[in-house]
């Protein structure tokens, strides 16, 4: 009886040294498992820090040759890239860029060509948000955001499908629209010049 109980503590000894093996291995696998992760999670990391600063990079050198226009009377400024020109009123509270090629509406009303219309509005941003947040809702061809424009209260209208992007920015007692309107639609790529105009967009008489 008594060699039955040594055996039994020799077997327990035993299954307890091969589980503390089978634990340093597993710690082990877990350890090494972790350090790679990490090391594929750092470079994968770095590597899309890298293209978003190559992006940035290349933007900025595109906007940088752009021309710029400075109104003086509203107190903004905006870089347009050259195939644009300019049109405004006298009071330059509606301003206008356009292609150079575009042949004009020929007395119709509707858009013939894709163009950023700014114009200075009154009213409050916060009720024409929630007025328009209103309306759309519901709909899945209009998207209404808030955004920042140069430290500045401003919300997005993303509405292609209706050829319309906008965004409407608070200045003081008065608001700022810049619009693309116009075939957008049939010209993705002037949305995508409207949305680097509007990163460049600087109020002037701070």
């Known amino acids: 009886m008594q060699k039955k109980i040594t055996d039994i503590i020799k077997l327990v000894k035993n299954q307890n040294g091969i589980s503390s093996i089978i634990v340093v291995i597993l710690m082990v696998l877990s350890i090494g498992g972790y350090l790679i992760y990490r ?25 940088a040759s752009w021309e710029l226009y400075t109104n003086v009377k509203n107190g903004y400024s905006i870089k347009y890239p050259p195939e644009l020109r300019v049109e405004h009123t006298a009071t330059e509270d509606l301003v206008i860029f356009v292609l150079k090629t575009a042949k004009g509406n020929k007395g119709g009303v509707e858009i013939k060509d894709p163009q950023v219309v700014v114009a200075i509005l009154k009213g409050d941003i916060e009720e024409r948000y929630n007025a328009l947040k209103a309306e759309r809702e519901g709909t899945d061809i209009s998207k209404v955001s808030r955004v920042e424009v140069d430290g500045h209260k401003a919300f997005r209208v993303d509405e292609v499908k209706l050829n319309r992007v906008g965004t409407l920015i608070e200045n ?5 629209a810049m619009d693309a309107v116009g075939p957008l639609t049939e010209n993705p790529e002037f949305v995508n010049i409207y949305h680097k105009m509007i990163s460049t967009f600087r109020f002037t008489n701070r």
């Open 39 to 63: 090391n594929q999670n750092n470079n994968l990391t770095q590597s899309t820090n890298n293209q978003i600063a190559s992006e940035r990079s290349v933007s900025a050198d595109e906007v």
């Open 172 to 176: 003081g007692d008065s608001l700022i």
